[in-house]
């Protein structure tokens, strides 16, 4: 197998640990992906999922955000990184993101009812 095609190997080998639950595995291949090719979006997005599912909301924010850097235009890092937030009870943030998704998707009903949901939080918590 040639050198340049290990990061998909790599990176495919992720999606299957993920999809098995065995998340540590997943973020370590994820992992060997970005280091032979560090503008591997599909690699940061998944790998910030897999540490999502394991807790770590702070790494999964940075992946997404590099994500987010690679691609200005993928919603659907926002939307995560924006629930990552709302996790993590930084409102502003959520509410940051979900609007960028519906600058980009103004469609979205699923998004404009989370950014109507975060907003309640907000409010609730005294924030607002």
Do not use: C
Request: charged share 30%; proline share 2%.
């Amino acid at each position: 197998m040639a050198e340049e095609d290990m990061e998909y190997e790599y990176h495919n080998l992720g999606n299957d640990y993920y999809k098995l639950g065995d998340y540590e595995r997943a973020i370590d291949h994820y992992s060997k992906a970005i280091g032979l090719k560090p503008d591997m979006l599909e690699s940061y997005f998944n790998r910030g999922l897999a540490y999502t599912r394991v807790h770590e909301f702070n790494k999964a924010v940075e992946d997404h955000t590099q994500a987010i850097t690679l691609d200005p235009n993928l919603g659907e890092a926002y939307y995560t990184r924006g629930l990552l937030y709302e996790y993590m009870k930084n409102y502003d943030q959520a509410i940051n993101d979900y609007k960028k998704v519906l600058s980009l998707n103004p469609g979205n009903a699923e998004v404009r009812e989370q950014l109507e949901l975060v907003v309640n939080k907000k409010r609730n918590s005294g924030l607002l």
